[in-house]
């Protein structure tokens, strides 16, 4: 068990660029979670998996925001268009549904972006 | 949706000293999580605990979801304890999670 890897760890696009980041989730973990957090605040939910399945998305989440999980293991989280709203800490977590009494979160170290 | 608050938003300690944070939410909840975000940014789960009582080394919880709170117990604090606690709860029991603002611990020497 390597944990939650994420990658890059930094990230820095102009303006109107789009960037990808991925996220690979400790393995027996059938469920994958994006969030993203801004300087002082707590981790703002974005979207999550189960397996492959999207089963929601944020209404926080422009049409620019697209995740996908193809087969159930790694995700990949992209943003079009980038805009300087967008620069902020994205931040990957990974649980487990069944067979475990601990259905907490493992996050990864996260991929900073800045848009300039 | 549900709303999170923690309280104090900042405490400073000197090492050795206890300490309690608090946790309240404005809704049932069957998730409920305390993190540790160290001074590098890495989020730390501590505890999983929807209702009852942990324990694990210095740090203990409690959560009394009747009444919608959960508190964090640190005992004999250390350095290494400074950064900020999350508090986060969900509906499910693997759900999303909503954050709270946190409260920023300093320890001193």
């Known amino acids: 068990d390597t944990g939650v890897s994420q990658d890059p760890r930094h990230k820095i696009t102009k303006r109107g660029q789009n960037v990808t980041f991925r996220c690979d989730p400790i393995s027996e973990h059938n469920r994958l979670y994006w969030y993203r957090q801004t300087l002082g605040q707590g981790p703002e939910f974005l979207t999550y998996?189960?397996?492959?399945?999207?089963?929601?998305k944020s209404r926080l989440l422009s049409d620019r925001f697209s995740a996908e999980r193809p087969k159930g293991s790694f995700s990949t989280l992209e943003i079009q268009r980038t805009e300087q709203g967008d620069s902020a800490m994205y931040l990957c977590?990974?649980?487990?549904?069944?067979?475990?009494?601990?259905?907490?979160?493992?996050f990864g170290s996260g991929t900073r972006l800045t848009v300039v | 949706g549900i709303q999170v608050e923690q309280s104090p938003p900042d405490l400073i300690l000197q090492e050795g000293a206890n300490s309690t944070l608090r946790c309240n939410f404005s809704?049932?909840?069957?998730?409920l999580q305390w993190f540790h975000q160290n001074p590098w940014g890495q989020l730390i789960n501590l505890f999983y605990?929807?209702?009852g009582t942990k324990q694990n080394g210095r740090l203990s919880a409690t959560t009394v979801a009747t009444e919608r709170y959960s508190l964090l117990y640190i005992s004999s604090s250390q350095t290494t304890d400074s950064g900020v606690y999350f508090c986060?709860?969900?509906?499910?029991?693997?759900?999303?999670?909503?954050f709270g603002t946190g409260t920023r611990l300093q320890v001193t020497l």
């Open positions: 998996f189960q397996n492959e399945a999207q089963l929601e």
């Open positions: 809704d049932s909840v069957n998730n």
């Open positions: 605990i929807p209702s």
């Open positions: 986060a709860v969900g509906g499910g029991t693997a759900s999303k999670l909503t």
């Open positions: 977590a990974s649980s487990a549904t069944t067979g475990r009494a601990n259905y907490g979160y493992t």
